[in-house]
C-alpha cells in the first residue's frame, strides 16, 4: 500500500517541481507593476484630495467663527448703545419742567430711537446680504479648488 501511495502522489510531486522552476511571462510582471503604480498614483491623488476638502472645511469654519464673533460684539455693543440711550433719556426726561416738555422730549427720543432701529436694520439686512454672497463665493470657490484637482 506504502507503493501504491507514493505511486499516487509521484504526479503531484513532479508538477509542484515543475512550478517551482515556472517562468512567469515578461507581460504579466509589466501588467503587475503598471497595476500597482497606477494604485499607487490614486492613492496620492485621493490623499491630496482629502487633504484639500479638509483645508475648505477648515477655511469655511475659521471664517464662520470669526463672524460669529463679530456678530456677537456687534449685539452687546448695541445693547450697551441702548442702555446708554435710555437712561439718557431719563435724564433729559428728568430735566423737563413741564408736562408738554416732558412729552416734546419723549417725542424727540422716540424719533432718534426709531431712527436708530430704522438704520440697524437696514445695516444688518446689508452685513447678511453680503455675508451670504461671500459664503456662496468662498463655498464655489473652495469647491472649484477641490473638484479640479481631483477630476
Known amino acids: 500500500m ?3 501511495t507514493n505511486t499516487a502522489f509521484e504526479g503531484f510531486k ?15 510582471r509589466e501588467f503587475v507593476k ?4 497606477t ?13 484639500r476638502v479638509t483645508a475648505a472645511v477648515e477655511n469655511a469654519v475659521t471664517e464662520s467663527v470669526a463672524e460669529a ?3 456677537s460684539r456687534n449685539i452687546q455693543q448695541a445693547i450697551y448703545d441702548d442702555a446708554e440711550a435710555f437712561l439718557s ?5 428728568a430735566s ?7 412729552v416734546e422730549i419723549q417725542s424727540g427720543l422716540l424719533r432718534s ?14 452685513y447678511f446680504g453680503k455675508l451670504a454672497a461671500n459664503g456662496a463665493k468662498s463655498a464655489q470657490d473652495n469647491f472649484a479648488k477641490v473638484y479640479n484637482k481631483t477630476a
Open 34 to 37: 503598471k497595476t500597482a503604480n
Open 96 to 102: 423737563a419742567k413741564s408736562f408738554s416738555e416732558a
Open 2 to 4: 506504502t507503493t501504491e
Open 69 to 71: 464673533g463679530k456678530i
Open 39 to 51: 494604485a499607487k498614483d490614486r492613492a496620492a491623488e485621493a490623499f491630496a484630495g482629502s487633504e
Open 113 to 126: 430711537r426709531g431712527e436708530v432701529f430704522v438704520s440697524r436694520a437696514k445695516a444688518t439686512a446689508d
Open 14 to 28: 513532479d508538477a509542484f517541481k515543475n512550478i517551482q522552476n515556472l517562468e512567469v511571462p515578461e507581460a504579466a
Open 89 to 93: 433719556s431719563i435724564d433729559k426726561l
